[in-house]
T-cell receptor
Framework: AQKITQTQPGMFVQEKEAVTLDCTYD???????LFWYKQPSSGEMIFLIY??????QNATEGRYSLNFQKARKSANLVISASQLGDSAMYFC????????????FGKGTTLSVSS | DAGVIQSPRHEVTEMGQEVTLRCKPI?????LFWYRQTMMRGLELLIY????????DSGMPEDRFSAKMPNASFSTLKIQPSEPRDSAVYFC???????????FGSGTRLTVV
């Protein structure tokens, strides 16, 4: 069965510092996609970044990058130059690359950025 | 593009009452998903549809829960009768199978008293 594990319930970082949020996954399927979402206190789910299992390079989107280590089955999110507005819950999710398959989410990590 | 539209945003109901949550997916998206979020269990997939057809409803907790998608632009999640343990935020999301994006609605916060 597919599973996503986020072992850090909470992380604390100061403004302008980089932070890494951990995510490991488990699947026997060779084709899958990995996602990160941000959920601020207002509650909406905001898509951040996507990595396909066959992508040769790590995905990047602005200050977000995904450290994809396939052999270790990890897909850590790196946020560079943290901002106060980055304080939120962050979810890692996986989808098998079959048409219309649902996302399976980890439990999430709460990130707190201080000035 | 208006995004995924859910209604109502908040619902407070008494135990035993029927509750209906509504979702309008993004036009052109052919997959629709219902999730439930609680502190204890996180984000759980309840059911999803491809081209209006239910594909996997194994996450629906009990027979009290039912979901329909009568057409490509509308879906409902019904709880009858509701119980206090159903209190949660219910999200609807839609996606295009040819692309990677999943877009979530703003959610419905359900409180059953």
């Amino acid at each position: 069965a597919q599973k996503i594990t986020q072992t850090q319930p909470g992380m604390f970082v100061q403004e302008k510092e980089a932070v890494t949020l951990d995510c490991t996954y488990d699947t026997s399927d060779p084709s899958y996609g990995l996602f990160w979402y941000k959920q601020p206190s207002s509650g909406e789910m905001i898509f951040l970044i996507y990595q396909g299992s066959y992508d040769q390079q790590n995905a990047t989107e602005g200050r977000y990058s995904l450290n994809f280590q396939k052999a270790r089955k990890s897909a850590n999110l790196v946020i560079s130059a943290s901002q106060l507005g980055d304080s939120a819950m962050y979810f890692c999710a996986m989808r098998l690359n079959q048409a219309g398959t649902a996302l399976i989410f980890g439990k999430g990590t709460t990130l707190s950025v201080s000035s | 593009d208006a995004g995924v539209i859910q209604s109502p945003r908040h619902e407070v109901t008494e135990m035993g009452q029927e509750v209906t949550l509504r979702c309008k997916p993004i036009s052109g998206h052919n997959s629709l998903f219902w999730y439930r979020q609680t502190m204890m269990r996180g984000l759980e997939l309840l059911i999803y549809f491809n081209n209006n057809v239910p594909i996997d409803d194994s996450g629906m907790p009990e027979d009290r829960f039912s979901a329909k998608m009568p057409n490509a632009s509308f879906s409902t999640l019904k709880i009858q009768p509701s119980e206090p343990r159903d209190s949660a935020v219910y999200f609807c999301a839609s996606s295009d199978v040819d692309k990677h994006g999943y877009t979530f609605g703003s959610g419905t916060r359900l409180t059953v008293v």
